[in-house]
């Protein structure tokens, strides 16, 4: 498995634990140069991600330096035209480079409704003219596992993994994806910072969380260990996932995520005392908004 950038921070402020906002500028150089230095060679971002896109494209000294992954939403980012240039022209034109490791489909819905079928093609084509390398989909849950790989073929899937979502590996949808052949991208490592908080000061939203919070503050007191090096060990020993997307707003965070990152840690305790089934809690986008 290998580390990979999130870049969300870049463009939005963006995390339930974040209490510093957007990453300066300045901050976005030293995380960038730290990830390079590091080995760390794929950076996630996306068109909906604010200037996420337009920072990078300032800051990347080397288009060789990194593996670009964006992804497009809705059809409104189409531009038919003979050439199909399109599809991804301004995220390339903001990222300022000509091709894409990859471009992933930001939402399962687009591809699922009546013009899915039309919207597919046109980003295939741009595949067959070498601009981008791979095709993928960022996904939510099982459901749209299914509703997907019965009807297209992925070169990655971007799934959100972590040590209170579970699902994927109870319904063994990640070992579907494996036997596929597709290349999996784990985000949401750390449930946005959720699983750092402290439980007795959480919105009541979140009380059917609460326990597992405690249990994960209990196990990592008891084995000496942070809840970083908890959840980096947990997805980091799951043999299907490919690259590790981590999120950061400081060099100080990225170095101290790599180095627990490569903590050894014991993969015999048992994780699922830790999992969460409320979807609730585990999409991010149906928590309260911030205030």
């Known amino acids: 498995m290998k580390l990979g950038l999130g870049t969300v921070q870049f463009g939005l402020d963006y995390g339930i634990s974040n209490t510093s906002g957007k990453t300066s500028l300045e901050e976005v150089r030293k995380i960038l140069s730290l990830a390079k230095k590091s080995g760390i060679r794929l950076l996630d971002t996306a068109a909906a991600y604010g200037e996420s896109e337009s920072i990078l494209g300032n800051t990347i000294e080397s288009a060789s330096d990194f593996r670009i992954v964006t992804k497009v939403k809705g059809n409104h980012d189409v531009q038919s035209n003979d050439t199909s240039i399109s599809i991804v022209q301004q995220s390339l034109d903001k990222l300022r480079v000509t091709s894409l490791y990859g471009c992933l489909f930001h939402s399962v819905d687009d591809l699922l409704n009546k013009d899915g079928e039309s919207y597919y093609k046109k980003v295939h084509k741009l595949k067959e003219d070498g601009i981008i390398q791979k095709i993928g989909v960022s996904i939510y849950n099982s459901k749209e596992i299914d509703s997907l790989l ?29 036997k596929r052949n597709i290349e999996i991208h784990a985000r949401s490592i750390f449930l946005q910072g959720l699983m750092f908080l402290d439980a007795s000061k959480l919105d009541t939203f979140f009380n059917t969380a609460k326990p597992s919070i405690i249990r994960l503050n209990e196990h990592a007191a008891l084995n000496n260990l942070t809840i970083s090096q908890i959840a980096l060990g947990f997805v980091k020993n799951l043999s ?45 986008s149906k928590w309260p908004k911030r205030r």
Do not use: W
């Open 240 to 284: 299907e996932i490919d690259t590790m997307l981590m999120g950061v707003n400081t060099v100080e965070q990225l170095t101290r995520n790599i180095n627990d990152y490569n903590y050894s840690i014991d993969n015999c305790f048992d994780y699922s005392a830790f999992a969460i089934s409320e979807e609730s809690i585990l999409n991010p």
């Open 150 to 178: 019965s009807n297209f073929d992925f070169d990655i899937v971007q799934i959100p993994i972590n040590i209170f979502d579970q699902r994927l590996i109870q319904s063994g949808h990640l070992s579907l994806l494996k």
